[in-house]
């Protein structure tokens, strides 16, 4: 089998059933895994709420290790929409020629020091290194600050099995706290900064919001691009022609990058709690247990996508949920968008081939389903 | 070559000219505020929504079953609605006139 493919372990029971069921911590899953079924639901946040305590619609569940409630994701309507539009201008940056120029340099950096090298661990020395550096841009921080992020290693975030580790997280949160301290103390620029200043409701945010907003701009951001990249690297050391296509057609990357997002699905699922007894897919649920959004099955769902589980570059109905739907579609999509595209154009530009040397699947255990959704390891040589 | 005219959310009215693409590419281009396209034309981001002026429906034409999809759970769907990264720029649709909704 080619390292690059990600199997599809929903098939069978998102078409039989509609639904798969999972234990997390006592606190059961049910998964929703069609396409409609996921869309309905992310839409009727009244039934399926977000705002529960803080860490439970994550899954695996982060009730013991998290108090500070994440923001905007775990607020529903209409307060939501407040926090949404405070933030949106900030997230969309990405779209500005200037920020694609910096991002630029940072992507051709990594790539040209992946060349230089005789071989590289694709996830720690290019994957965690570009998401980093690029987050360095979003927050408006100096580039040297990613050193720091770098040295924490991919495990600081991670929500799987080792991620309940209460003190890893707490990494992350005393950094923060730092941080805003500092920015109070001295305001810039940066995201901390401008988020403090800012207001919602003819009310400055509070500390605690602003810490909501910061961690989740870093844990949503992470583990995410660093699969969406070191996926995209595997995938390019299998289709030498695609990289070929692409040099020849630059004019569909745009295209090619949603197909990626759709078929990687790095994000496999979400949760929400069910707010009132309830009925998906025939099947009952109770008021008080948690459903998932599924973005992950729903985006190989026969249903509506031709071929689903094969990369076609151009796909041009690609109605995919990779980056969520509906209220809390993904903050980070610009930003995430506009580093696939440069790495991909850099990658056309600079490199012939990339060949893997070494690879370790890294396998999400979901109830009986196994899901890959990229590696613990990839030691390649580009060329 | 056809024009399409775009009114945004605050009343600016745009009337835009091109050859070929989708129409959201078209919006782009003369900055219509309010589409974004997003997912640059894969109908996966709904940021392209705009509200066909009733009598120019028929040469639009409807949205299919894909896009109806995805509009169906937008607020601010209406009978005339469409995602207009979905409508080519042709003379088929010269002289329509489209509203983002606010
Ligand atoms: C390829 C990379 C990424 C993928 C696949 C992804 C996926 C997702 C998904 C599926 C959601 C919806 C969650 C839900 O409905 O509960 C989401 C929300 C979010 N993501 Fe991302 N994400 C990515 C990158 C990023 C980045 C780079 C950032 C920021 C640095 C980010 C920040 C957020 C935020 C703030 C939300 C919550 C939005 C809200 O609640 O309104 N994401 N993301
Ligand atoms: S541009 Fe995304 S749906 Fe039209």
Redesign the pocket.
Known sequence: MKVSKLPDPFKSAREDKGYGEMDDQNDPVTMLLRLKDVRKS?HKYQTFT?EAKPGR?VVPSEVAIRDVRQI??E?DPPM?RDY?TLVEDW?RRPNAPDYQAKLSVLVEEVVALALSADKIEVINEFSLRLQSRA?TL?LNVPLEISKTWIDWGTHVFRSEGEALDGNKAAILYDYIDKEIDKAIANPGEDMYSVLLASEINGRKLTKEEVKG?MI???A??RD??I??LTNTIAYFSDHPESLIRLRREPEIIDKTVEEL?RYF???TH?G?VVTEDTVVCEHAVKADTRVS?C?ASANRDAAVFERPNEVILDRKMNPH?????S???????T??RQI?KTLIRTLTEKVSSIEILESEDNIEELGHFKRKVGFHKLVAVFS | MPKITFITATGESIIAEGTSGSVMELAKQYNVSGIDGDCGGVCSCATCHVHVAPADFNKTGAASEIEADMLELDDNVIKFSRLCCQIEVSDAVDGVTLTVPG
Do not use: D, E, Q, Y
């Open positions: 992310a977000s619609i905007p994701f607020v939501h949404r997230f987050l979003l907003v989740l701009t870093f949503g951001g995410t691009v699969n969406a997002i699905s790095p994000l979400m929400r959004l973005w949920v990779g980056f969520g739907f209220h809390h579609n993904c903050l980070g999509a930003h995430a696939l």
